[in-house]
């Protein structure tokens, strides 16, 4: 949970390959040591005594041995937190078991009885159910934005409105917003702003830079890459670590060493897989973009901020830096039969939840949760994450998938 990585200035790939991790700290090993343990061996009481912390502020903990107890870190959860401190430009990096708990526990950290949060309205199901369930029982005011509010987001400011919850693009459908604008807004009023920055991951978008106080991560996607590991992680300014680090040490919701591991591992290759996956993608996008426009195509919108059709694609130059391997294409006038049809007919797709993994998945899309935003997309949404498969055998699974669904039509 340490700060400041070194190499800022470099180009990303080698900040990737090299930040994080001191070899010569450990004997010249590459990586970290996984270190497995609970318990950390003081060498005599008054050392002991001076690390304790009685109070409920836990960055008074004094370091005069490094660590003290596996909750608060370990070289193995340190290396990880380092690397993306440097990333994200953040004071602090904490890791939780879950993406969702990336999401939960910064907004327990700065929502209290009586307050008032504002969440985009097109967010990560998981998020709206923590909201209206957990957040409203404990007294919290929940309210839902447009994604394309932009500087008006100000016109929903209350008195007792503590927190601006984005998340961009937006879930399934990539609603751009213009965070800068929105940041802005916030900080005038001293409401505290976070992002889930999922999407993007600190390649492509760094929300600290446009004034976002909080970056939050499921490391599960592209930082772990694989589909082999549950994590989440939240980046905070300086304004805000003290507050997210203490309900952290509070709420007892730390990051397991081997996780950390395989995260870190991950955030090695995730450049050079992230150019990939974005190549692919636009090549795909674009492809089915093309037959939209063919007499009697079945294929209606194609939802990725990258091209140049998206409503967002400005603001999306204008704020990232890169577009990731997920997006999404309508059916057009479909049925739920035809996007069943379009998912039993594909081979290389897996259907399956989550994204940012080697391997091309699929899902058909629900998004009757919506509230102001709610919309018609002209037919059955359906949610691809393409991988790093040949983009011809991908083309190949997808011409199969429509030839199906077409049939079912
Ligand atoms: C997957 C995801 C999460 C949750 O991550 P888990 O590790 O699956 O809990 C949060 N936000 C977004 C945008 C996600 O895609």
Redesign the pocket.
């Known amino acids: 949970m340490a700060g400041g990585g070194k190499g800022g200035k470099r180009g990303i790939n080698t900040q990737l390959a090299h930040s994080g991790n001191d070899p010569h700290a450990y004997f010249g090993w590459v990586n970290p040591p996984v270190v497995h343990g609970s318990t950390v061996l003081f060498p005599d009481a008054a050392t002991m005594k001076a690390t304790q912390v009685r109070n409920a502020d836990a960055t008074s903990r004094s370091r005069v041995q490094p660590y003290t107890y596996a909750t608060y870190g370990s070289p193995t959860t340190d290396a990880l937190c380092e690397a993306v401190n440097a990333l994200e430009g953040s004071a602090g990096t904490i890791l939780v078991p879950?993406?969702?708990?990336?999401?939960t526990v910064p907004l327990l950290a700065f929502l209290s009885a009586g307050d008032h949060v504002l969440i985009v309205d097109t967010v990560?199901y998981?998020?709206r159910r923590f909201a209206d369930t957990m957040l409203a029982r404990m007294g919290v005011e929940v309210e839902y934005y447009l994604p394309e509010i932009g500087a008006d987001i100000a016109t929903l400011f209350r008195d007792n409105t503590k927190v601006v919850f984005m998340?961009a693009p937006g879930?399934n459908t990539f609603e751009i917003q213009d965070v800068p604008a929105m940041t802005a807004a916030a900080k005038e009023r001293g409401i505290v702003t976070m992002i889930?920055n999922?999407?993007a991951t600190p390649l492509f978008f760094k929300p600290l830079d446009h004034g976002v106080d909080i970056s939050i991560h499921?490391a599960?996607?592209y930082p772990g890459g694989h589909s082999d590991v549950?994590?989440?992680m939240v980046s905070a300014n300086a304004a805000t670590w003290g507050q997210l680090y203490n309900t952290q040490v509070a709420l007892g919701t730390c990051g397991a060493p081997d996780d950390a591991y395989l995260v870190l591992r991950g955030l090695r290759t995730m450049g050079i897989r992230l150019e990939r996956h974005q190549k692919t993608t636009l090549a795909l996008a674009r492809w089915l973009e093309d037959m939209a426009k063919e007499p009697g195509s079945i294929v209606g919108d194609v939802l990725y901020p990258a091209l140049e059709s998206f409503p967002g694609h400005d603001l999306w130059k204008r704020d990232f830096c890169g577009a990731c391997g997920i997006f999404s294409f309508v059916i057009k006038d479909g049925t739920e039969a035809q996007a069943h049809a379009f998912l039993d007919a594909l081979e290389l797709f897996g259907l399956g939840y989550?994204?940012g993994g080697y391997e091309s998945l699929v899902t058909h899309v629900y998004l009757k949760d919506r509230t102001v935003s709610a919309r018609d997309h002209g037919g059955e949404v359906i949610r691809l994450q393409i991988g790093l498969e040949d983009e011809i055998d991908l083309r190949a699974d997808i011409e199969r998938g429509l030839a199906a669904a077409k049939a079912a039509g």
């Open positions: 879950s993406g969702l708990a990336a999401v990560y998981p998020t998340e879930s889930d999922t999407w499921a599960t996607k549950i994590m989440g989550s994204w």
